[in-house]
Structure formats: C-alpha cells, structure tokens
C-alpha cells in the first residue's frame, strides 16, 4: 500500500508540474491548452481522492506522519482547487484554463512539500 500511496504521490505532484508548464505554454503561445489540459486536470483530481483513500488506510493501519504531510498533500490542495473551480467558472469563463494552470503551480509545490515530509526528508 505504500509503495503505491508513493507512485500516486509522484504522479500527482508531476501532473501538477506538467500542468502549470502547459499553462503558461499556453499563456505564451497566446491559444488553448486543448482537450488533453483538461483530462489531466481530471486524472490529477482523481489521484488526489484516490491518494486521500490511500492515506486514510495507511493511517489506519498504523502508519503516522507529521500534520503537515496531511496538509500539504490533502488539504490546502483541495482549496486551491476549489478556489480554481470557482475562479474559471465566475471570474475567467472565457479562459478557463488560466486559474487552473495557477492552481497547478501552487498545488505543485505543496504536493512535493507533503512528499518530502511523508518520505522524511523535509
């Protein structure tokens, strides 16, 4: 369980990566990120609930790590997209993309925060 609690960590915090860089790819080329930005986003939203799920067995069976693993993995990255959510859909409807590029660099950073700290390192 934890190796693939691991494997789904690294592929949220490189989704998150990959999608702030296509963001402002985006952003500079000056035209839309395409189909494929946005079923990222939704795989990178499904790891997130499935990384959740996964955490929450591995507590149960004992596993402790300092609060703020669960912070920076869970919690302020739920926020920040939810704050995006919000923002594409009332704020940026004509580009939608943007608040969740933002999102992305910002979640990009506390998911590699929560990894450090899982792995100790931090």
Same mark, same amino acid.
Do not use: C, D, K, N
């Given at each position: 369980?934890?190796?693939?609690?691991?494997?789904?960590?690294?592929?949220?915090?490189?989704? +998150? =990566?990959?999608?702030?860089?296509?963001?402002?790819?985006? *952003?500079?080329? /000056? /035209?839309?990120? =395409?189909? $494929?930005? *946005?079923?990222?986003?939704?795989?990178?939203?499904?790891?997130?609930?499935?990384?959740?799920? $996964?955490?929450?067995?591995?507590?149960?069976?004992? =596993?402790?790590?300092?609060?703020?693993?669960? $912070?920076?993995?869970?919690?302020?990255?739920? +926020?920040?997209?939810?704050?995006?959510? *919000?923002?594409?859909?009332?704020?940026?409807?004509? /580009?939608?993309?943007?608040?969740?590029?933002?999102?992305?660099?910002?979640?990009?950073?506390?998911?590699?925060?929560?990894?450090?700290?899982?792995?100790?390192? =931090?």
């Amino acid at each position: 369980m934890r190796t693939a609690h691991l494997a789904m960590g690294l592929f949220i915090v490189g989704g +998150f =990566g990959v999608l702030w860089l296509w963001g402002l790819t985006t *952003w500079i080329l /000056r /035209r839309g990120p =395409g189909r $494929a930005f *946005w079923w990222l986003v939704a795989a990178v939203q499904v790891a997130l609930i499935a990384q959740l799920v $996964a955490g929450v067995i591995l507590l149960l069976l004992g =596993g402790r790590r300092p609060i703020l693993h669960y $912070a920076y993995g869970v919690v302020f990255p739920v +926020f920040v997209l939810m704050g995006a959510h *919000w923002v594409a859909r009332e704020v940026m409807p004509e /580009r939608p993309w943007a608040p969740f590029a933002v999102a992305s660099f910002i979640a990009s950073g506390l998911t590699l925060r929560a990894l450090t700290t899982g792995l100790g390192i =931090g």
